[in-house]
């Protein structure tokens, strides 16, 4: 094992993991986008993972003194599981030594050491997809959201899982159809004034975030119908770190 470049919580590792490996890609020919971008600077430790469709960063202050220069690279999904795997066998207060050379990742857990391939290639320039300014913001509860959007999706299309999220004066309307079966919708109390905002998306992957983050308080950032939309934590609780989730419109 090269020299340890830097020592991370196990914790905080396989969080950031939890909160990104459902955006990874699933398409084999997109390799470059088939793990995580990890990104270590000497106070910080930053994880990015998309599949084009949707992109989620998160970022959290860290004191890893053995990195004297900014280090990058792309960790595979594999890679990924195994870790969150050792994290559930690890102490609470565990650190896992982390090195890296040209081709290999290194994860050494007290005696247990996971070698892993890079992956090689350019992953995208993610800085430029993500959004400068949205105009609009809704603060929900985060288990109110997810489950309404359950139960909506259910009349979702099975492909395509599309469902509509209108915003309007004091609420969020939540609309999925399907021609055989029926419609369903619901609607949430939101503090907004404004003229009306109908977005489509795919339900999946607002799910995804809303069962990978733990606050109680999600906030919900958007522009227009053809723009991206962004899911945050929100509230105190999401105070001392960074998580952003943008995903891309559907026409519906």
């Known amino acids: 094992m090269p020299d340890m470049l830097a020592e991370i919580p196990m914790a905080l590792l396989a969080s950031m993991i939890a909160k990104t490996i459902f955006a990874i890609s699933m398409e084999e020919s ?8 990890l990104l270590l600077k000497n106070n910080n430790i930053a994880m990015v993972a998309t599949d084009g469709h949707r992109l989620a960063l998160v970022e959290n ?3 890893l003194p053995g990195v004297t220069a900014p280090f990058r ?3 595979p999904r594999k890679a990924m599981s195994e870790i969150l795997k050792l994290a559930q066998e690890a102490a609470p207060d565990a650190k896992i030594r982390f090195s890296g050379d040209e081709n290999h990742l290194f994860f050494q857990l007290g005696d247990r050491l996971l070698l892993s391939r890079k992956l090689t290639g350019n992953f995208p320039d ?7 300014d949205h105009p609009h ?6 288990e109110e959201l997810r489950k309404s959007i359950e139960r909506v999706s259910q009349f979702s299309d099975e492909r395509s899982r599309a469902i509509r999220l209108k915003v309007e004066d004091g609420e969020l ?5 399907l021609s055989e079966t029926g419609e369903s919708e619901e609607s949430l109390p939101v503090e907004y004034e404004g003229s009306s905002v109908e ?16 606050e109680s308080q999600v906030a919900f950032h958007f522009k227009d119908p053809h723009s991206a939309g962004e899911l945050r ?20």
Request: aromatic share 12%.
């Open 233 to 252: 934590p929100s509230g105190d609780e999401a105070a001392n770190y960074k998580y952003r989730y943008v995903v891309m419109p559907m026409r519906i």
């Open 173 to 177: 309307d939540i609309h999925s159809s």
């Open 126 to 132: 993610f800085d430029r997809v993500l959004p400068k």
């Open 137 to 142: 913001a809704v603060a929900l509860d985060r």
């Open 73 to 75: 690279a792309l960790l």
């Open 199 to 214: 977005i489509g998306f795919n339900a999946g992957y607002l799910l995804d975030f809303l069962r990978a983050t733990t």
């Open 30 to 37: 997109r390799f470059t986008l088939n793990g995580s971008l």
């Open 61 to 63: 202050s860290a004191e």
